[in-house]
């Protein structure tokens, strides 16, 4: 028989109990406080979490020109239907955590955010708050870094970024100004290039841009970044583009300096450099998918105009996954210094082009570095298949490669030098990359 004293103490031994049971931590659960089963004792999510829709009053849907300054904040989801475009003269600014999402369409349904020349983007989340481009279709949530429902090789959803600036570029034909591919001529939005090296069209800092490359016009896929003329006053660092249909971030021209970069399964190539674009690229990451091209297509002066500019890439590393390939092509034209990058991978391309009746008969000096134009330093490739061909790899070579150049040479010289290439850590925290384990 229990005593009155005995009564009492098992009761508060059953509290004591209940309550640690209740603020004890369970090791796995759904650990997302916007989803409908959200577990607050969950100590990591176990991926059953069921998103709740965002209450309509917290969608914000953007249409046509941003004529005047405008400022996104995270406790709305941005809905771009269609392009939108920021016109000269007018500043959007994005404040850290906010999400932009791309509407459904292809061509002139097409949804992409445009910065014109003469406009400015100031968009600079933080690690623990970036900025996420992505797709309607996408289930991500205010405040989350992730959806559940679209994965690596869902791509093609919307369109992408476009920075447009006055720095010089060399276009073809001689030209100092082009129009950025998709946006049709009679568009004058589309228009990039000048005469203005550090011109400013804004920063963009901590910024995941996930699931595009939708055709804005027949045949024209667009990049999940694209930069054109853009100058070197511009702040560009820690960007991610992951799941685009087409490149990951291309340069077309312009000066400005980019660091942080990671490109991940692009349906085509990782970083592509055009027009003469003469800045520094700095710690960058590819990740080539099995639905990949290159990962680095390396191009020089396309025109007369602006020659003598040279590019710089530095501190990178090119992997392939889940056994793709990731090859890097440096076109006859390209002109900079590529220094300890690290292409780590089943097979890597560097290519020549060349149209046969300019044919270069020091291919070799490339890759012993005694070019004037282009230069190896501390440069490591795992397997090297270099060649020179017409304007396509798989077009018939041009005759007359020179009988001094040695591809037993080229790949002694590339693989066997070190190169420790990025630090991939600076995208730990904050990367779609990272959330996914794709690193």
């Known amino acids: 028989m229990k005593t009155k004293s005995m ?27 916007n989803a409908s089963n959200y577990d607050p004792s969950a100590e990591k999510d176990d991926g059953s979490c069921v998103i709740i829709d965002p209450p309509q009053d917290s ?31 007018a500043t959007l600014t994005i404040l850290p955590g906010t999400i932009i999402k791309g509407d459904q369409g292809t061509e002139s349904l097409a949804s992409a955010l445009i910065i014109a020349r003469g406009a400015q983007i100031n968009a600079c989340g933080a690690a623990s708050q970036p900025i996420i481009f992505t797709s309607v279709l996408d289930d991500i949530q205010i405040g989350q870094l992730s959806g559940t429902n679209l994965q690596e090789n869902d791509f093609g959803l919307w369109g992408g970024l476009i920075v447009l600036g006055n720095a010089p570029i060399s276009a073809g034909d001689g030209d100092t100004e082009s129009q950025i591919e998709g946006i ?157 990058v690290n292409v780590d991978t089943v097979k890597v391309r560097i290519s020549f082009e060349s149209d046969c009746s300019t044919l270069k008969t020091d291919a070799w000096t490339h890759l012993t570095q005694a070019s004037p134009t282009l230069v190896f330093s501390g440069t490591e490739f795992s397997i090297v298949d270099v060649f020179t061909s017409t304007k396509d790899p798989n077009d018939d070579p041009c005759t007359g490669v020179p009988t001094a150049f040695q591809q037993s040479d080229a790949e002694n010289a590339m693989s066997s030098t070190t190169a420790t290439g990025a630090d991939a850590s600076v995208f730990n925290s904050w990367s779609w990359m990272a959330y996914h384990s794709k690193l």
């Open 7 to 33: 009564k009492i103490r098992l009761l508060v031994l059953g509290v004591i109990a209940l309550f640690l049971s209740t603020v004890s931590c369970k090791e796995k659960g759904c650990t997302d406080p």
């Open 59 to 89: 969608l914000t849907h953007v249409s046509g020109s941003i004529a005047s300054d405008v400022t996104w904040t995270p406790d709305q989801i941005y809905l771009l239907e269609g392009k939108v475009v920021v016109a000269n003269g």
């Open 184 to 340: 049709p001529a009679v568009e004058s939005y589309g228009a990039f290039g000048g005469t203005n090296p550090t011109d400013n069209s804004g920063s963009l800092c901590y910024i995941s841009i996930r699931h595009g490359g939708t055709a804005l016009s027949a045949g024209k896929e667009i990049n999940g970044l694209t930069l054109g003329g853009v100058g070197s006053s511009t702040t560009i660092n820690n960007i991610e583009v992951i799941a685009n249909f087409d490149d990951g971030i291309e340069f077309f021209g312009g000066t400005v300096n980019a660091s942080n970069l990671i490109v991940g399964f692009q349906g085509y190539d990782g970083i592509d450099v055009d027009m003469n674009y003469s800045g520094t690229i700095s710690n960058f990451v590819v990740v080539n998918g099995g639905l990949s091209d290159e990962a680095l297509e390396i191009d020089g002066p396309e025109g007369s105009t602006y020659t003598s500019g040279l590019f710089n890439l530095t501190d990178g590393s090119v992997w392939a996954y889940g056994g793709a390939q990731a090859r890097g092509e440096f076109k006859s034209k390209a002109q900079g210094t590529i220094t300890n």
